[in-house]
């Protein structure tokens, strides 16, 4: 079981920005797919975004966006691996959730297919961090 804290929501007008962190105790998240979801009131649990392993067959940075966010929000990792980012820009008052990172994996020596946004293929969750967007 991987150890993730998540941090970095706030309130934000509309058109602001927020980077969420997801850091990693105790191993690299270099191994893992790294997903981003979100949680409204109300509704289940949405697939954001992810960043694939290192041993992806096209490479280790692959990424997904859903349709919602695509354009606007940017996954990435850091140099040493043990954080994970969720670039948030040009945020709308639709985006207000709780924001989750979640970890598939560890894949450490076989190429594996790219990350996915199904909140099913992950085994490791966050505790989630309160994202609002409002005037």
């Known amino acids: 079981q991987l150890q993730l804290v998540e941090s970095g929501g706030d309130m934000v007008q509309p058109g602001g920005s927020l980077r969420l962190s997801c850091v990693a105790s105790g191993f690299s998240l270099d191994y893992y797919h790294i997903g981003w979801f979100r949680q409204a009131p109300g509704k289940e649990r949405e697939g954001i975004s992810c960043i694939s392993n290192r041993n992806i067959v096209s490479g280790g940075n692959s990424t997904i966006y859903a349709d919602s966010v695509k354009g606007r929000f940017a996954v990435s990792r850091d140099r040493a691996k043990t954080t994970v980012y969720l670039q948030m820009n040009s945020l709308k008052p639709e985006d207000t959730a709780v924001y989750y990172c979640?970890?598939?994996?560890?894949?450490?020596?076989?190429?594996?297919?790219?990350?996915?946004?199904?909140?099913?293929?992950?085994?490791?969750w966050g505790q989630g961090t309160q994202v609002t967007v409002s005037s």
């Open positions: 979640a970890a598939e994996g560890p894949f450490l020596y076989t190429a594996q297919a790219m990350c996915t946004v199904d909140p099913s293929d992950y085994d490791d």
